[in-house]
């Protein structure tokens, strides 16, 4: 067993720390480890990566990516953006505070950290600039926003989480709603501050025209996530079946609404979203059958044991948030879900907590793991947006994921917080 965990890991760090994609990585480990510890078939690798692609769930991360390259060719994501403006626009660190609450709105569309951090961060960057602001501390408050993109429901975090733990995807999409906005709002309370403290962006009035117009015309934007979750509460079609509709209706509102649409935008969507997803689907798979493997060599049964012997359920979990902490940094989102939920997910089971509150816990701490080096894919998307360098970037951003770590630790350990919205 000893060996067998050290030959996996082993070759699977060092491919990564020489730069081989993480697919590659796991996939030529997975293959090492067989071939020189094991008599197990090299045709169950295979046979894995296509069973655990073969989920009607999965098929909502393509429709989702989809679905939010049409919200931010179509005008769709602009709209919210002034009707955010509108809102809090008026608040010290008013772009700041606009950037936030976009990018909470726009995770209610899209289901992805990036997408939220390149649509919005495209307009409020730039403008962040303008009324200056450090241009470090602009791009660090939308990498840190962009976070919420997979937090607020629909989240596709969520979807690989619920295959993979066999969880209620509807659920975890409910459960999600207030950690979200808790982040959103501790985020703010930052941006208030060091805006206060550097003179940061200028304050606009308020108006409760302006408030009324940007309504009326990002009203249809705003309906996206009421069409989303009401369809799935209602019982009127699945999460996947969900992202089709939204997709659907980004198309109708962008061509014949906002008519902003066209066959190029269309094209580029398209485009964008077949290339995305199948880097995607290939890690998905890839991972699936790292994570067979783990399971066939008993590695997250050992392991569950051994954390289980830590008596006290408190120093468990501060254990494994610190190790989701230390992965996220090193380790994309997804294939880090489908790797750890089935070593994890028994020692979360044998102290007692709801699959669904570990669900959020888990997807929380990889979020923060978008914005700390050496992955931090959210670092690497604003800093192309701005131009400001990552380390830059991580110097400025390190009182949001302070302030995020708090929220974690009380996600972690007041229930309700996740849960409690499930009645």
């Known amino acids: 067993m000893a060996l067998k965990i050290i030959v996996l890991f082993g070759v699977m760090f060092f491919l990564m720390v020489i730069g081989a994609p993480i697919a590659v990585s796991l996939g030529v480990a997975t293959i090492t480890t067989m071939v020189t510890t094991t008599n197990i078939g090299l045709t169950s690798i295979a046979t894995a990566c296509f069973s655990g692609l073969d989920s009607f769930p999965l098929m909502a991360i393509p429709f989702f990516m989809l679905a939010g390259n049409l919200m931010k060719s179509g005008g769709i994501s602009r709209r919210i953006l002034d009707f955010a403006d509108a809102l809090v626009g008026w608040i010290t660190g008013s772009t700041g505070m606009v950037t936030v609450v976009a990018s909470m709105f726009f995770a209610a569309l899209s289901g992805s950290s990036p997408a939220t951090v390149t649509a919005i961060g495209g307009i409020t960057i730039p403008e962040m600039k303008r009324e200056g602001y450090d241009p470090a501390y602009a791009t660090a408050i939308t990498a840190a926003a962009g976070t919420i993109g997979v937090i607020i429901p629909p989240s596709i975090p969520f979807v690989i989480y619920g295959v993979a733990a066999q969880c209620s995807i509807s659920d975890l999409f409910l459960a999600g709603v207030i950690p979200g906005i808790m982040i959103g709002v501790v985020l703010m309370a930052v941006n208030y501050f060091t805006a206060r403290k550097n003179h940061y962006g200028s304050k606009k009035k308020f108006a409760l025209k302006t408030l ?3 309504l009326k015309s990002s009203i249809w934007a705003l309906l996206v996530p009421v069409i989303i979750l009401g369809g799935i509460y209602g019982g009127i ?87 989701l902490l230390i992965v996220g940094c090193f380790i994309d989102n997804i294939s880090s879900t489908v790797i750890l939920t089935p070593i994890l997910l028994p020692i979360i089971l044998g102290i007692g907590m709801s699959p669904v509150q570990f669900g959020i816990i888990m997807t929380v701490n990889l979020a923060i793991g978008f914005i700390t080096p050496p992955y931090g894919c959210n670092l690497f998307f604003a800093s192309a947006i701005s131009g400001v360098s990552v380390v830059d970037i991580a110097k400025k951003i390190l009182p949001m994921i302070g302030v995020m770590l708090i929220v974690l630790m009380l996600l972690t350990f007041v229930p309700v917080l996740s849960i409690g919205i499930l009645g």
């Open 237 to 323: 079609f699945t999460p996947t079946e969900s992202a089709v509709a939204a997709i659907v209706y980004s198309i109708i509102i962008g061509l014949f609404v906002y008519r902003e649409l066209d066959m190029k935008s269309l094209y580029e969507a398209f485009r964008d979203t077949v290339l995305i997803n199948g880097q995607t689907t290939f890690l998905v798979g890839i991972s699936m059958s790292f994570a067979r493997f783990l399971t066939m060599s008993q590695v997250p049964t050992t392991i569950a044991k051994g954390i289980l012997n830590i008596s006290n359920p408190i120093a468990i979990l501060l254990v494994i948030n610190l190790f």
């Open 212 to 214: 009324w117009n940007t």
